[in-house]
């Protein structure tokens, strides 16, 4: 099981790192991923604040090793159809970026 504690400061993120969490979840703004990943480049950064299908691939083109969105998800009382298709969407974003 990975383990993925949240952080909101730059001194939480070294204290998990430490502690040898596999990814640091973050609820910071994108444009602070550059902030982080300066003194901390080889941080395994989690987004969950803001994440949608159309900035997913900005993301992980900023370093983030993986993006949170269950808002995304399930905002607005989806069904399980939407909801597949949401994912769908979130693929294709990441593999874009990735490939």
Known sequence: MAVMPGTTTLKDA?????????????????????????????????????????????WIRLGCVVVGASGAFTGGGKKADEITETAKKFIAAVKAVCT
């Open 14 to 58: 070294v204290t998990a790192l430490k502690c040898g969490a596999d990814a640091v979840k973050t609820v910071v703004a994108m444009k602070a991923i550059k902030a982080i990943h300066f003194p901390l480049p080889q941080a395994p950064l989690m987004p969950t604040c803001g994440v949608n299908v159309d900035n997913a691939g900005e």
